[in-house]
């Protein structure tokens, strides 16, 4: 019963954390304005697998379609909050419903589940179904360091189903494929394998979205592999991955406008120092881990940190700033973390000198929570209420139907 008590303390610490969404839910920019909205007008297969912003998000499509197709207009953001809440408790269940030799006391899971549900900056990413799919990304990295020789055939079945549903809601899943398809080969085991072609499948499935939308300017495709010097990637590696992971925003913000000002006459330089102590860092922490391990982990940081800052749309150096594109850090932060946390000896006073350093700095990591766990969350009581609203618009359909942020509507028909 011990995982199942751990999925409803994480279910309560998400609803401690923020109740209004749940009392007051919302529909969060886009969740509303396009995914609701489209919704309310086109088909079930037009909108299944209609691509947004060049790629499929299965998910926020079948929970948008779903809430619209209920007929409750008053209580439709509350079945996407719902949606959002269920997926963000798909990582948790992957842990504490874990075999594995990472997750096999209690510590060890609650430990990962503090990590998984605070990693970096999450309050772009909180209880809103567009931004599922990294926690859907969460899963599939942590089912990339299960054990397949514990796994039985429901959780087989269980992880075939989270793997499939991740892939087809976003590209963060698809980046970790060759992580799959290298774990595979070394294992040879027909779990891994079938895994792997799971989200081979799927990544395929998004590159052709990719390739298919690449041409239309009007879904935001242009520009996302725009170039980017390496120094400029590692500033932002540091200050977005290890500084906020570890310091939190706040410090990363200090760090931000102290590496500005030294940009303005050594440009060259702090790209060559963010590169060395980035790499510094991250290889002291796995050259002590297991040697497959360390290269997946290693790999899977890089890889997947590499990607998302090549294939952002807009002007990449913005990046630098800890509060710009704030949802696309959370999986490459999340890995940092983990790879910090397998350093870690249970039980901890028999743990070597690295795995002190380990907790260490896992325990300054761990005292940003409190901090993050109201200020850090997009929570305005000046933002519209969705049912006052409404009654707004029943009086006069003209009237924007206004969303979360300010400046968000959500386009009614008048016949609804």
């Known amino acids: 019963m011990?995982?199942?008590?751990?999925?409803?303390?994480?279910?309560i610490?998400?609803?401690?954390?923020?109740?209004?969404?749940?009392?007051?839910?919302?529909?969060?920019?886009?969740?509303?304005?396009?995914?609701?909205?489209?919704?309310?007008?086109?088909?079930?297969?037009?909108?299944?697998?209609?691509?947004?912003?060049?790629?499929?998000n299965f998910f926020a499509n079948i929970t948008s379609l779903i809430a619209a197709r209920l007929n409750l207009l008053d209580s439709a953001p509350l079945f996407t909050t719902l949606c959002a809440f269920l997926a963000q408790l798909v990582p948790v269940a992957v842990i504490a419903f874990s075999t594995s030799s990472h997750f096999n006391t209690i510590n060890k899971k609650v430990l990962g589940i503090l990590l998984m549900m605070f990693a970096?900056?999450?309050?772009?990413?909180?209880?809103?179904?567009?931004?599922?799919?990294s926690y859907l990304s969460a899963a599939v990295f942590l089912i990339l360091l299960e054990?397949?020789?514990?796994?039985?055939?429901?959780?087989?079945?269980?992880?075939?189903?989270?793997?499939?549903?991740?892939?087809?809601?976003?590209?963060?899943?698809?980046?970790?494929?060759?992580?799959?398809?290298?774990?595979?080969?070394?294992?040879?085991?027909?779990?891994?394998?079938?895994?792997?072609?799971?989200?081979?499948?799927?990544?395929?499935?998004?590159i052709f979205y990719i390739l298919k939308t690449a041409m239309l300017p009007e879904l935001g495709v242009h520009g996302r592999?725009?170039?980017?010097?390496?120094?400029?990637?590692?500033e932002i590696f540091l200050n977005r991955t290890i500084i906020v992971s570890i310091f939190g925003t706040y410090c990363a913000d200090l760090f931000y406008q102290l590496l500005i000002s030294i940009k303005a006459t050594h440009n060259r330089i702090t790209g060559v120092l963010s590169a060395i102590?980035?790499?510094?860092?991250?290889?002291?922490?796995?050259?002590?881990l297991e040697k497959f391990k360390a290269l997946t982990l290693g790999l899977s940081l890089l890889l997947v940190s590499a990607l998302i800052v090549n294939t952002i749309n807009g002007d990449k150096n913005s990046l630098l700033h800890p509060l710009y594109g704030i949802r696309?850090?959370?999986?490459?932060?999340?890995?940092?973390?983990?790879?910090?946390?397998?350093n870690v000896h249970w039980p901890l006073k028999d743990g070597s000198r690295m795995s002190k350093v380990a907790v260490l700095v896992l325990a300054l990591a761990l005292l940003t929570i409190p901090?993050?766990?109201?200020?850090?969350?997009?929570?305005?009581?000046?933002?519209?209420?969705?049912?006052?609203?409404?009654?707004?618009?029943?009086?006069?359909?003209?009237?924007?139907?206004?969303i979360w942020p300010t400046g968000w509507t959500v386009d009614l028909p008048k016949e609804y």
């Open 225 to 234: 592999m725009t170039g980017l010097s390496l120094g400029s990637f590692f």
């Open 2 to 11: 011990l995982p199942l008590y751990l999925v409803i303390a994480a279910a």
């Open 328 to 342: 696309y850090f959370y999986l490459p932060d999340l890995i940092f973390l983990f790879i910090l946390f397998l």
């Open 371 to 402: 901090k993050k766990f109201r200020e850090d969350l997009f929570i305005d009581p000046s933002w519209p209420n969705w049912k006052s609203e409404l009654q707004e618009w029943r009086k006069n359909p003209a009237h924007p139907v206004r």
């Open 13 to 56: 610490l998400i609803f401690a954390r923020s109740p209004e969404l749940f009392l007051h839910p919302r529909f969060w920019g886009e969740e509303g304005t396009i995914f609701f909205s489209e919704s309310l007008r086109l088909g079930w297969t037009e909108l299944l697998l209609a691509p947004r912003f060049g790629y499929l």
């Open 147 to 206: 054990d397949e020789n514990t796994l039985s055939p429901m959780k087989n079945v269980n992880y075939g189903i989270c793997l499939a549903l991740s892939g087809l809601s976003g590209v963060l899943s698809c980046f970790l494929t060759p992580l799959f398809l290298l774990k595979a080969y070394k294992h040879k085991s027909k779990t891994v394998l079938i895994q792997a072609l799971v989200l081979t499948s799927c990544t395929l499935i998004q």
């Open 120 to 133: 970096g900056n999450t309050s772009e990413l909180w209880l809103n179904s567009i931004n599922s799919m």
């Open 277 to 288: 102590l980035s790499l510094a860092v991250v290889f002291i922490f796995l050259r002590k």
